[in-house]
C-alpha cells in the first residue's frame, strides 16, 4: 500500500495533468470557435450577447425637494442629502 506522501505527490502530479490538459483543450475549442465565427461571419448578437452601449439606461427622476437656500434638489430616491437631514420634509417639497 502506498504512503501519504507517494499518494500525495501522485495527486499533485495528477493535478498539474489535468491543468495542462484543459488548458490545450480550451485553445483548441477556442481556435476551433473563432474559426466557425470567420467562416460564417458570425455577430455577436447573433450569438446572444449585446453591447453595453444597447442597454436601457434609467431615466432621472425629477427633483420632489428643493433646499429654498442653496438651491439644491433630490428626487427622493437613494441616501438623503445632508441639508434635509432630521428635518421635516413637507417643508421642502417643490410645489407643481
Known sequence: ???YKQLTAQ???LHKEVAAAR???I???IADIKQKIAEY???PEE???TSRVA???KKPQPARYMDPKTGQTWSGRGRAPGWLA???RDRFLIKE
Do not use: C, V, W, Y
Open 23 to 25: 488548458e490545450k483543450e
Open 11 to 13: 495527486l499533485e502530479k
Open 41 to 43: 461571419d458570425i455577430t
Open 27 to 29: 485553445e483548441q475549442a
Open 47 to 49: 450569438l446572444g450577447f
Open 1 to 3: 500500500m502506498p504512503s
Open 86 to 88: 432630521g428635518k421635516n
Open 55 to 57: 442597454a436601457k439606461r
